[in-house]
């Protein structure tokens, strides 16, 4: 035999035979189940044992069994072998959008009415797809997906950023819904009027926040002046601990008051039955035209643009 080389390229046909022959310890049976003749399959062994510089198997009246390089070889095949299988396997998932990694954001209440279900149903066809969701304002979430560390998002277009730069998908506007606790004093009333909850304390989003904004418009456009007792927080998990333990009032959008005082969560809160109807601007699906979305975020916003497109329809999603 040749003297060894100190880097060995041995060919994935090659390793596969090498795997095959030590699995079946016959030459002719390992040629079959790679497909190919018993002569190819034997000059591709004597190749490899030239490479590798020593025999790869004992020729035995039983069959071949692996010498003790012979097993040093096979023991790295099959990790190489396996890897490559995983390989192929994870280049198909990326290709037919069943693996993968996608980031996405969104402002609180299509995270809740869209992007729960969307991502469920993805789940279930592709387990192994890694999606991180993080709910947060509208500038912030344009932010991320500017810099191009988000690969789309539900927010608001704002005027500090270029919209011709994304690619726009309308959506729908939020209901402003005003929550407290079940046993909250105006609970009991019919209904409730703007001019009874200005004198009460409310817990709201940071000023510029929409909802916020929304809920004082609303007051202005009756000719009231704004609350006066407000806590400003961002943090959902503070306002509904502060609902809970207060008579304060918050102003949040239907879908996640609904998420809250429904079975099967049931925390024990209640909408109250004010006249006006308040609602926030529409957001939108927004993506970057420079980027291209890889299979998996194409099929994530697939989704959402489809749930969308039926609930303007009026039909379930």
């Excluded at 018993?38 to 010498?67: D, H, I, N, Y």
């Amino acid at each position: 035999m040749s003297k060894p080389s100190p880097r060995l390229m041995l060919k994935p046909a090659q390793l596969r035979l090498i795997q095959q022959i030590a699995e079946h310890g016959q030459l002719q049976l390992a040629a079959e189940t790679v497909g190919m003749t018993q002569p190819a399959a034997s000059r591709m062994l004597a190749e490899a044992e030239a490479q590798v510089g020593a025999p790869l198997f004992l020729r035995l009246p039983k069959g071949m069994e692996p010498t003790e390089i012979g097993r040093a070889v096979l023991r790295r095949a099959n990790a190489i072998l396996r890897e490559m299988f995983s390989m192929g396997a994870d280049v198909a998932a990326l290709r037919s959008g069943a693996g993968g990694a996608v980031r996405v954001g969104a402002v609180t209440g299509p995270a809740v009415s869209y992007l729960v279900g969307a991502i469920r149903e993805i789940k279930a066809a592709a387990p192994g797809a890694d999606i991180t969701v993080d709910v947060m304002p509208s500038r912030e979430l344009l932010s991320y997906l500017a810099a191009g560390e988000m690969d789309f998002v539900l927010a608001r277009i704002l005027p500090e950023f270029d919209s011709q730069d994304f690619n726009i998908l309308p959506m729908r506007d939020e209901k402003v819904c005003f929550l407290v606790r079940a046993d909250h004093p105006l609970g009991r009333a019919g209904t409730v009027s703007l001019t009874q909850l200005a004198d009460q304390e409310w817990i709201m989003q940071q000023r510029g926040a929409p909802i916020r904004e929304a809920a004082l418009a609303a007051f202005a456009d009756v000719g009231l002046t704004e609350p006066q007792d407000i806590v400003s927080s961002p943090s959902l998990l503070l306002t509904i601990a502060d609902l809970a333990q207060s008579d304060a009032v918050a102003p949040m959008s239907e879908e996640v008051a609904e998420l809250l005082i429904r079975p099967p969560v049931s925390a024990g809160f209640a909408i109250l039955p004010v006249r006006e109807e308040i609602r926030v601007a529409p957001y939108y699906l927004l993506d970057l035209k420079r980027r291209p979305l890889s299979p998996l975020a194409t099929r994530l916003r697939e989704k959402l643009a489809a749930m969308s497109s039926l609930r303007r329809i009026g039909k379930p999603s």
